[in-house]
């Protein structure tokens, strides 16, 4: 089993900057691929960022590109994703995923992690 638990969402302005972590737990917990996704009110769910555990491949959506960063600690259990120039539409409930079974299709899709956090919410106001 693994437990996942995000934190770091709050409120800001358009323009800041927020951290949001993920500590992964687990008596089974080696992950190949960790992820943040986020659904806003009436969406689906999309890929935002990913991050090849071994090699430490990095992935992200066009839409946060240059503004977002991906990254674990040297433990490889604490997930983080640094968010700058914050946009109103990257108002969501942000998730954190784990792949613990190494396959893998598409690093920022849904389908292909296996644990999920329970979110954290992040709210951009202009």
């Known amino acids: 089993q693994v437990r996942l638990v995000e934190s770091g969402g709050e409120s800001v302005q358009a323009g800041g900057s927020l951290r949001l972590s993920c500590a992964g737990s687990?008596?089974?917990?080696?992950?190949?691929?960790m992820g943040w996704f986020r659904q806003a009110p009436g969406k689906e769910r999309e890929g935002v960022a990913a991050i090849s555990s071994r090699g430490s491949s990095t992935y992200y959506a066009d839409s946060v590109k240059g503004r977002f960063t991906i990254s674990q600690n040297s433990a490889k259990d604490t997930l983080y994703l640094q968010m700058d120039s914050l946009k109103p539409e990257d108002t969501a409930m942000y998730y954190c995923?784990?792949?613990?079974?190494?396959?893998?299709?598409?690093?920022?899709?849904?389908?292909?992690?296996?644990?999920w956090g329970q979110g954290t919410q992040v709210t951009v106001s202009s």
């Open positions: 995923a784990a792949n613990t079974d190494g396959t893998m299709s598409n690093p920022l899709g849904k389908f292909d992690y296996n644990y």
């Open positions: 687990g008596s089974s917990y080696i992950t190949y691929y």
